[in-house]
């Protein structure tokens, strides 16, 4: 089986390489393969059997006042890979395709309102997935060894502050990139029907809730994590309040959704302490 990773030098792009290790793979970072440019990514796809689709740009707040550069890499760069890869594509995508006013795990099917410009780039990229055939799988809250990610941040910022005021009032599901990667190599290998999957932690929690259970498995007092709103901490882009996914369709997939979050942060520790 030949595999191909676009973004393989991100966060989760890294991890899909270490999953994949020893197995028959062409790990295309940015500077290998730009997703940007059709024929480069015709050649590159030429071959594999399964492509999975790790590049980005994920400056979310960036993307606000760079809305066309950003769709050129998460919409039309996801466009190149469907129309070259079909059915043979796992492309990930986002909870930001949603605009959080659910209360309940939101389904697979449910329609997209992206609040933000980096949402409604990833919005075009999953209907062109979609479009070709291809599987999307929506993530959320992403921390893991390599890159900055929001675990890791606290991790840093308790070393130089007695106390961190964090946001209370954003639900969602923190989720190890690691934990994401060997699921997208399962559903590489797996018969499961193309469409759309999500690859979050099962369970939920607040930014806050997360420093706290950041702290305490660091063996900090988690009293230390302050709560707080996201009006104190205005961004340029706005953010879902809810981002709580459905995982209702691996159901029969031969896949298994992601464990609980809180387990899955105690497994991966040992690799985020700084
Ligand atoms: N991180 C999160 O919390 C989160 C949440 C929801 C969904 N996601 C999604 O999860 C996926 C993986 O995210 P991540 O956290 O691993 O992001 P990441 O660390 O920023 O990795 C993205 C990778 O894509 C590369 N890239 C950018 N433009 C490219 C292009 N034109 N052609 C090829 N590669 C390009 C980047 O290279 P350079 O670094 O050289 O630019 C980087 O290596 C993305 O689809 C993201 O939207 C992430």
């Not at 308790?158 to 399962?186: F, H, I, K």
């Not at 007092?221 to 996201?230: C, E, I, K, L, M």
């Not at 942060?265 to 040992?270: K, N, R, S, W």
Request: charged share 20%; with cysteine; net charge neutral.
């Amino acid at each position: 089986m030949r595999w191909l990773i676009t973004g393989a030098g991100g966060m989760l792009g890294r991890d899909l390489q270490t999953v994949l290790h020893g197995q028959n793979v062409v790990a295309a970072t940015r500077a290998e393969l730009d997703v940007r440019d059709p024929d480069a990514v015709r050649d590159a796809v030429d071959g594999a059997d399964v492509v999975i689709n790790a590049a980005a740009w994920t400056d979310v707040d960036g993307a606000e006042t760079s809305e066309e550069a950003a769709t050129a890499i998460n919409g039309h760069g996801a466009r190149n890979l469907a129309l070259a890869a079909g059915k043979r594509l796992i492309h990930v995508s986002t909870d930001y395709v949603f605009d959080g006013t659910a209360t309940t795990p939101i389904p697979e099917d449910a329609r997209r309102a992206p609040l933000n410009a980096y949402g409604r780039g990833k919005a075009v990229g999953e209907e062109a997935v979609l479009a070709a055939g291809g599987s999307v799988v929506r993530t959320a809250w992403l921390y893991g060894e390599h890159g900055p990610n929001f675990v890791r941040t606290m991790l840093r910022l308790a070393a130089t502050r007695d106390t961190l005021d964090v946001v209370d009032d954003q639900e969602g599901p923190p989720t190890w990139s690691y934990a994401l990667a060997q699921q997208l190599v399962a559903l590489g290998r797996s018969s499961a029907a193309p469409g759309i999957y999500h690859g979050t932690a099962a369970g939920s929690t607040t930014w806050c809730g997360l420093a706290r259970a950041v702290f305490a498995e660091a063996g900090l007092d988690p009293s230390r994590v302050r709560a707080t709103t996201s009006d104190r901490f205005v961004r340029p882009a706005r953010r879902p309040s809810y981002s709580v996914l459905s995982h209702a369709r691996w159901a029969g997939s031969g896949v298994a959704p992601l464990r609980d979050w809180r387990s899955m942060l105690t497994q991966a520790m040992p690799v985020l302490r700084p």
